[in-house]
């Protein structure tokens, strides 16, 4: 893709918790530090890391995982007050979609979002 287009914006939805150094004890931190710093060295226009914590479905969008949804019917509820406890933990599937749009449209001062630019970006669109 950045070979074909180099003005293209790349964003990736990573995780809380990825491992930039790619040597961390975790797997699945290391996987995803590694995917991080591979798609940052590529020649796009703009390439911009995620790491959203726990993401609050909206719209009435449910999971098909069970015990997934479980946590989010609990969870729901108590979002707007976590959301104030814990803005870098937390945001929702409208904000992040919100703050990918803008970022790709618009970039952004740091290359890896963590939770709090994430709403930040999100809020602002």
Excluded: H
């Excluded at 719209?59 to 108590?78: E, H």
């Amino acid at each position: 893709m950045a070979a074909a287009n180099p003005r293209l914006v790349f964003c990736y939805v990573s995780g809380a918790g990825t491992d930039s150094s790619a040597r961390g004890r975790t797997m699945w931190a290391r996987v995803k530090g590694e995917t991080e710093n591979a798609l940052l060295a590529l020649p796009f226009k703009g390439a911009y890391m995620f790491r959203p914590g726990y993401i609050q479905p909206m719209k009435g969008v449910r999971s098909s995982t069970r015990w997934y949804q479980a946590v989010y019917d609990i969870a729901g509820p108590l979002y707007p007050l976590l959301r104030r406890l814990a803005p870098g933990a937390v945001t929702n599937t409208a904000t992040l979609g919100r703050a990918l749009v803008r970022v790709a449209a618009e970039s952004y001062p740091a290359r890896v979002l963590e939770g709090r630019d994430i709403n930040a970006a999100g809020d602002a669109a």
